[in-house]
């Protein structure tokens, strides 16, 4: 593929007054898809990668995405740290990012967190009631089930949150005593992160997946 190259549904283009359907054509320049229907892909974020579309130092949920489905408007709905690992969605269809993400729609995100230290007995029942934060901040009710201790004592527990503030799981467990020294997110809605995705591998998401976002 030259630069500058426009292809149509991966065919050169090489007529100027071609026609093309913006919403069901898939046109690309120089590689890049710049039109064509919304595009929907479950990412398997590894740590150490950020979830923004550029930064001068780390690698970005982006540079994962292999180059067909490369688009001038993709971006992950939703930010998890850069230590935290599991599923991110990436799309370019800006009205069904702001669905998922706004606080008014309260879509729950699920998580496995690992924790240590002493966490205060009654943990669940503070999620349930709305964990109060060291800054005062009271989160909303969410919920928390203990899954097991691991060989050394740590706790391993899922999560569900139905908001998203800055390292809010981390600072959950801090406010009950704990630390999290690993969090990786599983479900995002009801759509579950596909267990045969590898760290850093990515796949569309169905229609009928994404329904289960919004159920
Ligand atoms: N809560 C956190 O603390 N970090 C994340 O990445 C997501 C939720």
């Known amino acids: 593929m030259a630069a500058g190259e426009v292809c149509v549904n991966g065919a050169a283009a090489l007529h100027p007054e ?9 046109v690309a320049l120089s590689g890049v898809t710049v039109s064509g229907a919304p595009l929907y892909l479950m990412l398997n974020k590894p740590r150490g990668v950020v979830s923004a579309t550029r ?14 489905w490369r688009r001038k408007n993709l971006f992950p709905a939703g930010r998890l740290d850069r230590d935290t ?3 991110v969605l990436l799309t370019d269809d800006g ?3 702001h669905r998922i993400l ?6 729950p995100k699920t998580y496995e967190a690992e924790a240590e230290g002493a966490l205060l007995p009654d943990t669940a ?10 800054d005062g901040t009271r989160c909303r009710p969410a919920e928390y089930r203990e899954l097991g201790r691991l060989p050394d004592g740590a706790v391993k527990a899922e999560v569900v949150l139905t908001e998203g503030m800055y390292h809010q799981i981390k600072r959950m467990f801090a406010a009950c005593g704990g630390h999290v020294r690993a969090l990786r997110r ?3 809605g009801a759509l579950e992160l596909d267990p045969l995705l590898g760290a850093g591998e990515c796949r569309l998401i169905t229609p009928k997946e994404l329904e289960k976002i919004l159920f």
């Open 125 to 134: 029942e503070r999620f349930k009631e709305g964990v109060v934060l060291w």
């Open 95 to 97: 009205a069904f990012a």
């Open 18 to 26: 071609m026609q093309v359907d913006e919403r069901a054509d898939t």
């Open 186 to 188: 599983m479900k995002i």
């Open 102 to 107: 706004s606080p008014k729609r309260h879509v």
């Open 55 to 68: 930064d001068g130092r780390d690698r970005t949920v982006l540079d994962l995405v292999p180059p067909e």
């Open 85 to 87: 690992e599991g599923f």
